[in-house]
């Protein structure tokens, strides 16, 4: 459909380009300009607010023990702020899922993690609970635990950790685990009901609250405060505040083409047939 302007709203002299701007055609654009540049500028808002937002976090609260049911539901990834947030938990042991992670560094010497599957009030929750030099050592403090496992709950405490994510057995044995992951064990864990959580937690009690089986504690510091500047945001929040900019851009890059064609009429040049001249 050719943008032609009637003849009749040609004048003796050429419209300049903020007649053409002010005609109610383009301040109903504009009008739908500034919508749109308002969404993308609440949008802008809001990345800012997360890119920029101080730490919700007050210092030392992770160094507080709170109920685990406080900082993470069953099913729901754990917050970043809340990763190493001390915690206590009440459950009982299953003998049958004490499980072995190896290559599992502990103030800087490589060994092997024992981990068991805690269920606390009908939830799994995976823990790491000691650490051995060695898979001997390792695999004989699992088979104590084993055996001293009751159905009588323990209180525990901890740190969260997140799923570090299952990878595939680096050996020839398939089922050696290398990484601690919740989601990992639950594929090795016997027949298990109900939810699991994705973090796990690694225990400040290398008994795991029921006998002595020679681990080591793991050691777990305090989280490190990161920045508070979320760059992945702030560049989002540039993308938005580039797209309102561009909104008000087209609208007048569609205004000032359509003074251009009326300038072409004005002066006798028919602009339909240099855009069938292109072609």
Known sequence: MSSRAPLDELEEFPPTLREVMLRGRWIGMLALCLIVAGVFAWLLQWQLARALAPD???????EEVRPITEIVEPGDYLDGQLVGQRVDVTGTWDPEDFLL???????????????????????????????????ESAERAAAELADAAT?????????????EGPILAPGDDPYEMTRMSPAALLGQWGETDGSVYRPFVALEDETAGITDAGLEMIVADAPVEDETVNWLNLFYAVEWAVFAGFSFYLWYRLAKDAWERELEIFAGIDPDEDDEDDE
């Open 56 to 62: 919700l976090i007050p210092e030392g609260a992770t």
């Open 101 to 135: 992670v190896t290559q599992r560094l502990n103030d800087g010497t490589e060994g092997v993690w024992v981990t068991g599957r805690l269920e606390a009030e009908g939830v799994s929750l995976a823990a790491a609970i000691g650490w051995a030099p060695d898979v």
């Open 151 to 163: 159905d009588e709950p323990v209180e525990l405490r901890g740190r969260l950790v997140s799923d």
